[in-house]
């Protein structure tokens, strides 16, 4: 595993190798990644059904509609399929990712891009595509809820970028540290205090907001 | 706050996030029993990331997910398309690029300008009269590495050993 703080290793090569959580999951992805960049398109449809709701999940906080978000999963796999195959041309580099960490870090890359657009976020995508939550509270109390949650949200679009990749990695994909950590080759540890960053800097939104409206 | 509390800060985030290890959730628990200050900011870290989380995809979202595989395939092969017309058009241009080159680069490199102190003299380059380059040169002394050295007085010499020539 990879130490952090040194991009371009940690950047790597795609190489689609065993590794990680299950060694047969990251086999079959190889042989699926090899399959389709032959001409197997069966091979696609098996990497989706894998891996397309957890990539949905990661690119759905950014996204303004469902046709969005399903635009961004597409855009995600392409890429990552993309680099599967210079990868393979080139033989593999010093590093070995397996398919499904590199797809997860492109997905929340192009979160990552994304949340550049501030017009966009503000918009509070997410309250557009969750039907509970766009619809008009009733109380008080609610209408303070909502504000709360649309504050805290968009902080999380405001955080560093390695804060919020692993937090959405947490609590968006619900990968484990080892699998944040595996996806973007940083240790456990740093994993964990990014997470801690992230979730100290959303207390303190959250209390400022409980501060205004008590 | 105290000392004992900094080592369990980060494990509280952890806690937050549904992901503490075994052995870990004893041993915070039995600090947040005795300690109401990381007590009350585990509570506030849970409802902050609590509130962070979203819901699960609606209907619509998931709705909108089918036919991804038909739409990435086309994509795909467009992609495919347009990468091999760039190529293409990369290759071309590399041949038509040194097949340019071969036919460009002795003119210019017979009329390639001199620089004087950095400022191209192109425009008043002249045809040389090879017999006055002769004739220098004959009278030159060949002991001399550096033609360029001729000072006025030996240049002036040169002449008159031309004219009695």
């Known amino acids: 595993m990879a130490q ?101 870090r492109i997905a929340v890359n192009l979160g990552k891009n994304a949340a550049r657009d501030a017009a966009r976020w503000r918009r509070a995508p997410v309250e557009a595509i969750d039907g509970t939550a766009s619809a008009p509270p009733v109380a008080e109390e609610g209408l303070i809820q909502a504000e709360r949650e649309r504050l805290v949200r968009q902080a999380v679009l405001a955080l560093p970028t390695r804060q919020r990749q692993v937090l959405t990695l947490r609590i968006d994909a619900e990968l484990t540290f080892q699998e944040i950590a595996e996806a973007l080759g940083i240790t456990e540890g740093n994993a964990r205090v990014h997470f801690h960053h992230a979730a100290r800097r959303l207390r303190q939104v959250l209390a400022a907001a409980k501060e205004r409206t008590p | 706050m105290t000392g004992a509390c900094r080592d369990f800060e980060v494990l509280l985030s952890v ?20 300690c109401q200050a990381c007590s009350a900011e585990a509570q506030q870290l849970a ?28 994509s795909w092969s467009r992609s495919q398309r347009s990468r091999g017309l760039r190529r293409r058009l990369a290759v071309g241009l590399a041949v038509a690029a040194a097949a340019a080159a071969m036919v460009l680069a002795p003119g210019v490199l017979r009329h390639e300008p001199r620089l004087t102190g950095g400022t191209p003299v192109a425009a008043a380059w002249q045809e040389p009269d090879v017999d006055e380059i002769w004739a220098a040169s004959a009278s030159v002394d060949p002991a001399s590495e550096d033609e360029t050295s001729l000072n006025e007085s030996t240049l002036y010499a040169v002449i008159e050993d031309v004219d009695g020539f």
Not at chain 1, 70 to 99: C, E, I, N, W
């Open chain 1, 4 to 104: 952090g703080g040194k991009s371009d290793e940690a950047r790597g090569l795609l190489r689609v190798l065993p590794g990680g959580a299950s060694q047969a999951d990251h086999r079959h992805d190889d042989q699926l990644v090899r399959l389709f960049l032959l001409g197997d398109e069966v091979a696609l449809g098996e990497l989706l059904r894998r891996h397309e709701r957890r990539v949905l999940a990661l690119v759905r906080r950014y996204a303004a509609s469902p046709d969005e978000s399903r635009d961004l999963v597409q855009k995600a796999f392409l890429r990552a399929l993309q680099a599967a195959r210079r990868s393979l041309r080139r033989g593999g580099g010093r590093k070995t990712v397996p398919f499904a960490a590199w797809l997860l």
């Open chain 2, 47 to 74: 409802e902050a990331v609590g509130l962070a989380r979203l819901a699960p995809p609606a209907e619509a979202e998931l709705r909108a997910m089918d036919g991804l595989q038909a739409r990435a395939l086309a």
């Open chain 2, 15 to 34: 806690r937050a996030a549904g992901a503490l290890e075994p052995g870990e959730p004893e041993r915070i628990e039995s600090h947040l029993a005795r």
